[in-house]
């Protein structure tokens, strides 16, 4: 397991999110609940 992980580390390349793209995730993520019921799980975005 450690040499597959240290392999697929060296094709790796580090990549940086827009200051646009952060904000707007958090955004999404504030607004966004989750409610369950009887075992099922309905989402909405409370925008």
Not at 1 to 13: A, D, L, T, V
Not at 22 to 42: D, P, R
Request: aromatic share 10%; charged share 20%.
């Amino acid at each position: 397991m450690e040499e597959i992980y240290f392999r697929n580390q060296q094709n790796c390349e580090i990549v940086q999110a827009k200051p646009e793209t952060v904000s707007f995730l958090l955004n999404y993520s504030k607004s966004l609940k989750i409610t369950q019921a009887k075992g099922i799980q309905f989402e909405s975005n409370l925008n």
